[in-house]
């Protein structure tokens, strides 16, 4: 990097010192011409760069870097059009809760010759969507900026922040090279709001765990399990919530994929007091709590509730939630009163439920099949990434996480093209690990040229593509509304040749019986795979729209 005699850094070159300061590992970029004296400083740098073929790619990866680990890694990209494409990315990580920081470049601040050319506002567009949207004024005010912008992404709750670089700033020099990255603790909790919840959690009859997006990490995953084996309170999830403790426990109920009349939603009327961690109405709802529904709700999080008629909770303990949750463990003991035998007349009930047609060899192959063997050929610790569309639900209600962070689906923004990249940003930030993205042939495509990327690194890799010709989960709910089927199919290229042009390896199941098998041998052969898979979704009015409209919950 360039200095002078008087120890005086370029900008850029200062920028991206404060970066490896701060422990970036990885920038996933689309670079243009306004980022070239960034790259140039980049070059000699320890971090590396991600070239993607997209810019909602390139944050789609480093959203789920940050997702993983809980620190940044930066999505990068020129003015414009460039700064435009990643606004969703940047949406995903925000409404998900995932730290990432976004640098984009500017044409010159002081003086340009190019008029109005390719120039929006991009910090105004953005800041909407992230938790701090800032342009960098002069070279001298990096070092501060940088650490406020890393400091907002990790601090509760995580998100997307936004730094703009002009050009003539990454040329300026400065001599102000403070680049200590600031130290956060999370506060404990109040001593009172712990005895409160206790003490509320023990009058309860039948009191009943949710477990949500904020507590998929390892501390709290730990001091959940202590108070689950203390207690034997049984337990369902959100959606985002998957994994957070083994779902094969017997004190497993469900994870809620819809919003209400599913079956384990005849336990959750049934409880009286819901103890919610992790949660915020960012997730789309797992049910209706508190205020216009029964049960008083306790939140636990690292930041207060934000009230709204679908989570209503009536007491809060904030602060570290792991540390929340280990006051409760020995503030909290079993009660004789306490009555769990619905609830694990439910967790049973719902566990049949959703075996069934599991062994079916119907093809085009039905939701439950594919998900049963989905679940035999990954690895325990195996990551699976989803695109958005209906097969989400079915995954969210069939297949059984056992280890936390090992199903990422998005319910917050719930974007297509999310699967694919995240897929990408999973293995590069987890590469001992197996990962498979399960994608729509719809939000497949809104991102599929990133297999490049994934060829390009030499990623091992699966990609299951769900082929139903059309976008499945408008079609489900238009049917619902007892609508004609109209303006939702479309053609297909023929994925095979399409993933073997990218020097991917693709493959077509022709038979219920092929998929297992071959995507064992995809998952243990290296190399970036794609599995063309013909799905049959009238399973969808059967089960999802006809049987639960006609379920009973007197079990």
């Known amino acids: 990097m360039e200095t002078d005699a008087a120890e005086s850094i370029k900008g850029s070159d200062l920028l991206?010192?404060?970066?490896?300061?701060?422990?970036?590992?990885?920038?996933?970029?689309?670079?243009?011409?306004?980022?070239?004296?960034?790259?140039?400083?980049?070059?000699?740098?320890?971090?590396?760069?991600?070239?993607?073929?997209?810019?909602?790619?390139?944050?789609?990866?480093?959203?789920?870097?940050?997702?993983?680990?809980?620190?940044?890694?930066?999505?990068l990209s020129t003015l414009g059009p460039g700064a435009t494409n990643l606004t969703t990315g940047v949406a995903y990580a925000q409404l998900g809760g995932m730290p990432l920081v976004v640098l984009t470049g500017q044409k010159p601040i002081k003086r340009s010759k190019q008029g109005r050319f390719q120039i929006i506002d991009v910090v105004a567009t953005l800041e909407p969507i992230t938790k701090f949207a800032e342009q960098i004024p002069s070279a001298d005010k990096i070092p501060c900026m940088v650490s406020e912008a890393f400091r907002r992404a990790e601090e509760q709750r995580p998100g997307a922040v936004h730094l703009e670089l002009p050009e003539d700033i990454a040329r300026e020099r400065s001599d102000n090279c403070h680049m200590a990255k600031v130290w956060l603790r999370r506060p404990q909790p109040d001593p009172i709001a712990i005895e409160r919840a206790?003490?509320?959690?023990?009058?309860?009859?039948?009191?009943?765990?949710?477990?949500?997006?904020?507590?998929?990490?390892?501390?709290?995953?730990?001091?959940?399990?202590?108070?689950?084996?203390?207690?034997?309170?049984?337990?369902?999830?959100?959606?985002?919530?998957?994994?957070?403790?083994?779902?094969?426990?017997?004190t497993f109920l469900g994870t809620a994929a819809l919003t209400e009349g599913d079956y384990l939603h005849c336990a959750i009327d049934r409880a009286d007091l819901i103890i919610a961690v992790g949660h915020d109405v960012m997730e789309k709802p797992p049910a209706i709590m508190g205020h216009r529904g029964y049960a008083r709700v306790i939140h636990i999080n690292f930041y207060a509730a934000e009230?709204?008629?679908?989570?209503?909770?009536?007491?809060?303990?904030?602060?570290?939630?792991?540390?929340?949750?280990?006051?409760?463990v020995e503030q909290v003991t079993p009660q004789p009163h306490w009555d769990f035998d619905y609830?694990?007349?439910?967790g049973r009930e719902n566990r049949l439920r959703i075996a069934e047609r599991g062994d079916s060899d119907d093809f085009p192959i039905k939701?439950?099949?594919?998900?049963?063997?989905?679940?035999?050929?990954?690895?325990?610790?195996?990551?699976?990434?989803?695109?958005?569309?209906?097969?989400?639900?079915?995954?969210?209600?069939?297949?059984?996480?056992?280890?936390?962070?090992?199903?990422?689906?998005?319910?917050?923004?719930?974007?297509?093209?999310?699967?694919?990249?995240?897929?990408?940003?999973?293995?590069?930030?987890?590469?001992?690990?197996?990962?498979?993205?399960?994608?729509?042939?719809?939000?497949?495509?809104?991102?599929?040229?990133?297999?490049?990327?994934?060829?390009?690194?030499?990623?091992?890799l699966v990609v299951i593509i769900l082929r139903d010709d059309a976008y499945g989960m408008i079609k489900w709910k238009q049917e619902a509304m007892g609508f004609e089927s109209f303006g939702l199919d479309y053609g297909n290229?023929?994925?095979?040749?399409?993933?073997?042009?990218?020097?991917?390896?693709?493959?077509?199941?022709?038979?219920?019986?092929?998929?297992?098998?071959?995507?064992?041998?995809?998952?243990?052969?290296?190399?970036?795979?794609?599995i063309d898979l013909p799905v049959d979704y009238s399973e969808n009015q059967r089960v999802l729209t006809e049987e639960l409209a006609h379920k009973e919950c007197l079990l």
């Open 16 to 75: 991206v010192r404060c970066l490896e300061a701060q422990g970036v590992e990885y920038i996933f970029a689309v670079p243009g011409e306004e980022n070239l004296d960034f790259l140039e400083s980049l070059r000699s740098s320890s971090i590396k760069l991600i070239v993607t073929r997209h810019e909602q790619g390139a944050a789609f990866m480093a959203a789920t870097y940050g997702r993983l680990t809980g620190r940044p890694a930066v999505a």
């Open 198 to 250: 206790a003490k509320r959690i023990m009058e309860a009859k039948r009191p009943l765990l949710m477990l949500a997006a904020g507590a998929n990490r390892r501390r709290v995953s730990d001091s959940l399990q202590a108070l689950v084996d203390k207690t034997g309170i049984p337990f369902f999830n959100t959606q985002m919530g998957k994994g957070v403790l083994d779902e094969r426990q017997e």
């Open 307 to 328: 009230v709204d008629d679908v989570y209503y909770p009536t007491l809060e303990v904030i602060g570290d939630v792991a540390g929340s949750i280990e006051r409760l």
């Open 343 to 346: 609830y694990h007349k439910v």
């Open 367 to 460: 939701p439950q099949r594919f998900i049963r063997d989905l679940r035999t050929a990954m690895p325990e610790d195996g990551i699976l990434t989803l695109d958005n569309g209906i097969y989400k639900i079915w995954v969210a209600r069939n297949y059984l996480a056992y280890q936390r962070n090992t199903v990422l689906l998005d319910n917050a923004l719930a974007t297509m093209g999310a699967g694919l990249p995240s897929a990408i940003g999973a293995k590069i930030t987890c590469p001992e690990r197996k990962v498979a993205a399960v994608c729509g042939d719809g939000g497949f495509m809104m991102n599929s040229q990133e297999l490049e990327t994934a060829v390009r690194l030499k990623l091992d």
């Open 493 to 530: 290229p023929d994925f095979v040749q399409y993933a073997n042009s990218y020097g991917a390896h693709g493959c077509r199941v022709e038979s219920a019986d092929q998929f297992g098998p071959m995507l064992t041998q995809c998952l243990q052969t290296p190399g970036v795979h794609v």
